[in-house]
């Protein structure tokens, strides 16, 4: 079939439909002679084969999503990644974002493979990435999801959709709905490494007794008081970097442990996902 049979209605509603610009549009129709569904199979077949050849870019812009369930016992964190900040601000791209979270929160996958086969308007997901890297030419992908149960999940969003929190409670009572937002906000801003001291990589715990030895080095101290100074300076980094423990930023006398126990002696956080851009 010759490109004059291919009418300009056909190659707008392609167009319409899969996002991408009429010249690709047009050719995809010429050579799938006419083919509407064969067209489009083409167009995604380009779109998967640009994204292996963007698969060594940085896509470190994006939009993150954090959603809650109505009973509130379940939330997830997803990260649609892009190379730039103008995609990022596209609102296409961001209600994109906004449609994967509520498959996630929907079908609740157990990890990001999985999301990956779910569907959106009756194509799986990872020829949608396909579709948008075609359409937008830069490199488009699920880049982080997490998942969380807890008998009281809260969430944010931090940043203008920079980074999102969950935060699980081990009390199933919505009135601390608005303590796990506080803490939600904590995570957002201080960055826990991990919930408690026990909770802390032990690669990370020794990584940082190796750096208090070799300042404790440094300032000239001697060699056998280095794995007694280093193991101060790691209560420190524990008081610091651990949720329970860092002092709570709406309210610098107290930690966040103390903070939860002034709404309920027996509130506390079972677990946090801190998903962000970068």
């Not at 937002?181 to 995570?187: I, T």
Request: contains cysteine; glycine residues 6%; proline residues 2%.
């Amino acid at each position: 079939m010759s490109e004059v049979n291919i009418s300009a209605t056909a190659v707008k509603d392609l167009r319409d439909q899969t996002g991408a610009g009429m010249m690709d549009c047009k050719k995809a129709l010429v050579e799938a002679a006419g083919d509407f569904e064969k067209a489009i199979e083409l167009l995604r077949l380009r779109g998967q084969k640009m994204s292996e050849k963007r698969a060594d870019r940085d896509a470190k812009e994006g939009v993150v999503i954090a959603l809650v369930n109505d009973k509130q016992d379940k939330g997830i964190v997803v990260r649609l990644s892009c190379e730039t900040d103008f995609v990022s601000k596209n609102d296409d791209f961001v209600n994109l974002t906004k449609q994967i979270a509520a498959i996630a929160l929907n079908e609740f996958p157990a990890d990001k493979a999985e999301l990956y086969t779910k569907s959106l308007n009756g194509v799986t997901l990872d020829m949608v990435m396909a579709e948008q890297v075609a359409k937008i030419g830069e490199k488009i992908e699920i880049a982080d999801y997490q998942k969380m149960e807890a008998p009281l999940v809260t969430s944010y969003i931090h940043m203008g959709n920079k980074a999102g929190v969950l935060v699980g409670l081990n009390k199933a009572d919505h009135t601390f709905v608005d303590a796990g937002r506080d803490v939600a906000m904590q995570v957002a801003a201080m960055k826990p490494v991990a919930l408690d001291k026990d909770d802390v990589p032990s690669d990370i715990i020794e990584k940082e007794i190796e750096i208090g030895k070799e300042i404790a080095r440094q300032e000239g101290k001697s060699e056998d008081m280095l794995e007694k100074i280093a193991l101060g300076k790691l209560n420190r980094f524990f008081k610091d970097n651990t949720l329970l423990n860092q002092i709570f930023v709406k309210d610098g006398k107290m930690s966040v442990a103390e903070y939860l126990k002034s709404k309920n002696p027996d509130l506390t956080v079972i677990g946090f996902k801190h998903v962000k851009l970068g």
